[in-house]
């Protein structure tokens, strides 16, 4: 056990924290410990506190109340040692247009005391993770979405973090550039055992890169497990079936077998959450044939962090499209910056 | 990290800045030069003041004056791009204290806010429109830095405390336009209407010009050291101001 409480291996604590913008409460006394080296993802739809918590994190923003410790550092008295052992990709763009790639690599290797040596050895080093060699003297202005993402990427890993935390790494971009980014994402974890703190609110993001994930709605974190474990929580595989007619005995057959955990029917639509779907479908057919009923067709899917998400708060994420306005701003900005 | 490599990146960011940037540089001169030459010329066949003072003499140095007033202003207010851009951020959350960015940031500006305000003297010596000795030379650099240095201060502070750009235009026409309409840059300050001269004298920026004027062999109004105790006292308020906004700024 640490002073703070937590395992030895416990990089950030989070205890109780709750922070309120006069009447709304953005974050509900939070409690929260993550791992050294785990990939972690803050998952939630937009408001939900994901940011404020990250700010919280990284001192740009205090706390109403509540404590917390990174890398071993109250992020209230310490700021400056909480600053020297994190690096913060931010959701809205934070580059420097009239720089180039490397000018703003060196401005951050400066800012945090490297000596010109290991400022150029990591310049080429991150240059290299991201792939940007090739358009390093080339002002930001003429970089794309993707490529200043990239740039924050490695701007973010320059000074050797213990701690990355990227809020939204991928927001707005597209999904052949997300998918790049999350490779560079696993490979720093795998070259440097950086610890990352990733929030977003695509849910196929958080499945797919984080080891543990904190589901987060209204300032209440509401499951924390792998995403494994809470797909799992569901109970098994969602079938959907079709059908003219729905029999009134169909649904209380199905209710009772012991596979089904929930049977819901809608508009000649039948949803059953079961625990080996493939082999309970047979059973359909011969339930619904031993009542004369015909089935038009059958679906089956794994469920995924969104039935989770729904299961949990009764709502669903909303996928975000290109015209909401948070995102046209961050596109006007890039479009005319200075 | 000790205070000073902070302070020279964040000097060094406004320098490249400012040398990149060719064409916001030949803007903000062409404003000055505009005033200088069609008013100097356009005015300087009505203009009597003190025997053989033509007008383009007399608005000489008041038009450095205001170049250093806008760029000044403009720089400082920068930091209000920054907050909007997000790069602000990247600096609050580097392990850098905010008086070393506020101190990097306000020499960076005011650098690059004299060297505008020096191409224009350079222009203005060539062209013989003020007698300079290096005395006199000296002592306009001190008032220059003084005039700049204030006015970033400002600007940083209007800047810490607005929240988006919009006012920006509010600034400009009741803040920058006013100080420099009312501090004799283009008039003399005698024989005004008393409200109007009252509010000349209380615009910092009047001293700066008259003391410039002083230096640069021109028909001045003060005693130079009075010039200087006004802009020292207003140098210090607008750096403990700046400083005090800047700290107070949320990202």
Known sequence: MTPYGGTASTIIEIKEITRQFGELTALNSVSLDIERGELFG??????????????????????????????????????????????????????????????????????????????????????????????????????????????????????????????????????????????????????????????????????????????????????????????????????????????PDFVEKLRNSQEVRRVSAHNGRVTLTVAKGESFIPRVFETAQSLGMEIASVSMRKPNLEDVFIKLTGREIRQESITEPKERIRIYMWGRRR | MSISPAIYTLWLREVIRFGRNRSRLIGSMALPVLFLVVLGSGFGGFFRYRNDVTYIEFIGPGIVGMTLLFSAMFGGMNVLWDKQFGFLKEILVAPVSRTAIMTGKTIGTVTTSMVRALVLLAAMITAGLVKVHLGGFLMTLIFMFLIS?????????????????????????????????????LFPLERLPRWLEILTLLNPLTYGVDGMRFALGGPYRFSPLVDLAVLLFFWLAMTFIGAFMFRKMSA
């Open chain 2, 149 to 185: 240095a204030s006015f970033v201060s400002l600007g940083i502070a209007l800047a810490s405390w607005m929240t988006d750009p919009h006012g920006f235009q509010l600034i400009m026409n009741f803040v920058i336009m006013p100080v420099f309409f009312l501090s004799g840059a």
């Open chain 1, 42 to 247: 803050l998952l939630g739809p937009n408001g939900a506190g994901k940011t404020t918590l990250i700010s919280i994190l990284s001192t740009l923003l205090s706390p109403t109340s509540g404590s917390a410790v990174v890398c071993g550092h109250d992020v209230r008295k310490d700021e400056d040692m909480v600053r020297r052992s994190i690096g913060v990709v931010f959701q809205d763009p934070s580059l420097d247009d009239e720089l180039s790639g490397q000018e703003n690599l060196d401005f951050h290797g400066r800012l945090y005391g490297l000596d010109r040596e290991s400022r150029r050895t990591r310049i080429d080093e991150v240059m290299r993770l991201v792939d940007l060699e090739d358009r390093r003297h080339d002002l930001i202005k003429t970089y794309s979405g993707g490529m200043r993402r990239r740039l924050e990427i490695a701007r973010g890993l320059m000074h050797r973090p213990q701690v990355l935390f990227l809020d939204e790494p991928t927001l707005g971009l597209d999904p052949q550039t997300r998918r790049k980014i999350w490779n560079y994402i696993r490979g720093l974890k795998e070259s440097y055992g950086t610890t990352i703190i990733l929030t977003t609110h695509y849910m196929d993001e958080a499945d797919q890169l984080c080891s543990r994930v904190a589901i987060i709605d209204h300032g209440l974190i509401v499951a924390l497990d792998s995403p494994a474990n809470l797909k799992a929580s569901l109970g098994g595989d969602l079938l959907e079936l079709e059908t003219p007619t729905v029999h």
